[in-house]
C-alpha cells in the first residue's frame, strides 16, 4: 500500500507570496491532518479535516488554511508568507478521526524556505 | 508553555543496553500517550501508545510506562539496536478533547553506539 505523499519536496518562496501544498493520504483514510515542525516549536497542529470538513484548527493565524477534497486528498495554503513560515509541513492520515483512535501515518513533508 | 517536554535532547546508548527515554507532561486532560520516531528526511513513524487507564504497555523491544501522579512517562528500548538512532517524540492528547491534535514534545536524538 502507497503511503501518505507530499508534494512538492522543497519549496523556495519570498515573503509576502502565498504556497500551496498537498497530501495525498493513504488509500482508504479518510482524515488527514497538518503539522508544521521548526526547531524552535517542534511539531505543532495545525489543522484536521475529516470527510471534507475541518474539526479543528491549532493555534495558528488565519493565514493558514486548507481543505480537504471528496477523495480525501488534502491541499493546506498560506498567504502573506513571513520568514516565520519557514519549517517543515508534515501531512497525516488516519482511518478515523480523533488521534487517538488510530495512530497517525505522516508524509515525508514539504520543506518550506522563506525569503 | 509547553505541555509536553522530553529534558534530554540527545540520548547516547551503547548497542545491546537498555535505552531509556523520558517524557514529562503539565495538562492534567492528557488521557493518551504516544511515541513516535523520526529518520532524517522522512516523516514520524508510530511506535507505541499507552492509554490512562493502563500504566505499562509492552510490544516486542519497546515498553511505555506511564507514571500519572508523576505525569511522567517513558520509552523503553531493549535491546537497543543499530536502526534505533532516531529522534523520538512524545506525544500527549486529551481524547475527550473533540478533535484535538496531538501536542508533541519537541524530541529526543537516540543514538546507539556500536
Known amino acids: 500500500k502507497a503511503g501518505v505523499t507530499q508534494t512538492p519536496r522543497y519549496l523556495i518562496k519570498t515573503r509576502g507570496q502565498q504556497v500551496t501544498l498537498s497530501c495525498s493520504p493513504i488509500s482508504g483514510h479518510r482524515s488527514v491532518s497538518w503539522y508544521q515542525q521548526t526547531p524552535g516549536q517542534g511539531l505543532q497542529f495545525l489543522f484536521e479535516?475529516?470527510?471534507?470538513?475541518?474539526?479543528n484548527k491549532g493555534n495558528f493565524p488565519g493565514r493558514f488554511s486548507g481543505r480537504q477534497f471528496s477523495n480525501s486528498r488534502s491541499e493546506m495554503n498560506v498567504s502573506t508568507l513571513e520568514l516565520g513560515d519557514s519549517a517543515l509541513y508534515l501531512c497525516?492520515?488516519?482511518?478515523?478521526?480523533?488521534?487517538?483512535?488510530?495512530?497517525?501515518?505522516f508524509g515525508n513533508g514539504t520543506r518550506l524556505t522563506v525569503t | 508553555d509547553q505541555q509536553v517536554k522530553q529534558n534530554s535532547p540527545s540520548l547516547s546508548v551503547q548497542e545491546g543496553r537498555i535505552s531509556i527515554l523520558n517524557c514529562d507532561y503539565t495538562?492534567?486532560?492528557?488521557?493518551?500517550f504516544l511515541w513516535y520516531k523520526k529518520y532524517p528526511a522522512e516523516g514520524p513513524t508510530f511506535l507505541i501508545s499507552?492509554?490512562?487507564?493502563?500504566d505499562k504497555n509492552e510490544d516486542g523491544r519497546f515498553t511505555v510506562f506511564l507514571n500519572k501522579s508523576a505525569k511522567h512517562l517513558s520509552l523503553h528500548i531493549v535491546p537497543s539496536q543499530p536502526g534505533d538512532s532516531a529522534v523520538y517524540f512524545c506525544?500527549?492528547?486529551?481524547?475527550?478533547?473533540?478533535?484535538?491534535?496531538?501536542?508533541f514534545g519537541k524530541g529526543t536524538h537516540l543514538i546507539i553506539q556500536p
Open positions: 495538562n492534567s486532560m492528557f488521557d493518551y
Open positions: 499507552i492509554s490512562s487507564i493502563k
Open positions: 497525516a492520515s488516519s482511518l478515523a478521526a480523533g488521534h487517538y483512535n488510530s495512530p497517525l501515518h
Open positions: 506525544a500527549a492528547i486529551n481524547s475527550g478533547g473533540g478533535a484535538d491534535g496531538l501536542t
Open positions: 479535516y475529516f470527510s471534507e470538513t475541518q474539526r
